[in-house]
């Protein structure tokens, strides 16, 4: 059997679009390693609502 390893499936969320008017969301699905990184994770992403690159968060 193979092992069930501490990478999880996380979804990030733009943060910079909520504060404008631009309808939508801009998210993304990618993994991370729960041992190396407990915390919730930050990257920069392309937005393509607001055609720009963003901060984006770790959502639950």
Do not use: D, F, W
Request: hydrophobic share 20%.
């Amino acid at each position: 059997m193979a092992k069930k390893g501490s990478r999880v499936q996380v979804i990030l969320e733009c943060t910079e679009q909520k504060t404008t008017s631009v309808p939508g969301t801009s998210r993304y699905i990618t993994e991370k390693n729960k041992k190396n990184s407990p915390e919730r994770i930050e990257l920069k992403k392309y937005n393509p609502n607001l055609k720009k690159v963003t901060t984006h968060k770790e959502i639950k």
